[in-house]
Structures are given as structure tokens and as C-alpha cells.
């Protein structure tokens, strides 16, 4: 057998992935809910979260990282700004760019929405050993990155291009 060869998943690790998938998809059910809790379109929420994870950012990267067109994406930060989840400053090292400050974290709303999530989520991570939750921090840190190289890869290489 070549080392050029795939190499044929063990029944337990495709039930692994068949669980990640349905974690992915239970992940993308609970934030439809939360965005309609918060009043919020999906794709705001999405933003919003981007904001939580990234920081501050200008506006030409959010729309990079959720795919929306710059006019989208003014639109989005209109909305949020309104609402309170986000503020607009001025990019001190270039004026022309403006920097998307999230400030939705601390709204008690949002942490109302969140705190049975977070209770069940610190309960469920209390019945770990400290080395198990390290191993399960370092898996989930992994799983982020190779989602994200899937991302780009689905953004280079959309279904049914000449390229995949």
C-alpha cells in the first residue's frame, strides 16, 4: 500500500464526524434562535459574532470574512449601530477606514440570552478532568482552524467550478 493512498476511517471516526456535523448544525439552529431572541437578522448576528471572536475591524474585512458586498455590510452596520450591538470609530492609522467596535457582550439581553447556554456549557465542562478539558480546548481550537481552511477553500473553489 502507498503511502499515496487515503486512508480508509476507522467506524469510530466517522461517527465522530458524523457527530461534529451535527454539532455544527445543532451550533447553526441555536444562533438562528439567539438572533431571533435578539431581534436581529442571521446575517447581523453572524457579523456580531465575528466582531466578538475578531475585535475591532473595518468594515471592508467584516464583509471579506461573512462574504456580503461593502454596501451589504454598511447597511449591517447601520442596523447594529442603531440597535447598540456595534460603534463606528475613526481608523487611527488611515482616516478614510472606519474600525467596527462590537459592544454587544455587556447589553443585558445578550447576556440574559446567553446564560443558560453558558451555565449548561460550564456544568458540562466541570465533569472533565482539567487534562481532559485541555485536550477537548486544544481539539475545538484545531476544528476552528480546519473549518476556516474549508471555508476559504469552499470560497476559492465553489461546487461546480472548474477548480474542485
Given amino acids: 500500500m502507498s503511502s499515496q493512498e ?3 476511517p476507522t467506524e469510530l471516526q466517522e ?4 457527530l461534529m456535523r451535527g454539532l455544527g448544525t445543532r451550533t447553526v439552529q441555536y444562533q438562528q434562535n439567539v438572533a431571533s431572541a435578539l431581534g436581529l437578522y442571521n446575517n447581523d448576528f453572524i457579523s456580531v459574532d465575528i466582531l466578538r471572536e475578531k475585535g475591532p475591524i473595518t468594515a471592508g474585512e467584516l464583509s471579506k470574512l461573512t462574504g456580503l458586498t461593502t454596501g451589504s455590510v454598511t447597511a449591517l452596520i447601520d442596523r447594529l449601530e442603531k440597535t447598540g450591538y456595534v460603534r463606528r470609530e475613526n481608523d487611527p492609522g488611515d482616516r478614510r477606514k472606519v474600525i467596527i467596535v462590537p459592544l454587544y457582550e455587556h447589553k443585558a439581553d445578550v447576556i440574559e440570552t446567553y446564560s443558560t447556554l453558558h451555565s449548561a456549557m460550564i456544568a458540562l465542562a466541570a465533569s472533565y478532568t482539567e487534562e481532559e478539558l485541555l485536550l477537548i480546548t486544544q481539539f475545538l481550537g484545531k476544528a476552528g482552524a480546519v473549518l476556516e481552511q474549508q471555508i476559504d477553500h469552499l ?3 465553489p461546487p461546480g467550478s472548474s477548480n474542485s
Fill in 6 to 8: 487515503p486512508v480508509q
Fill in 15 to 18: 461517527q465522530f464526524t458524523l
Fill in 155 to 157: 470560497n476559492a473553489n
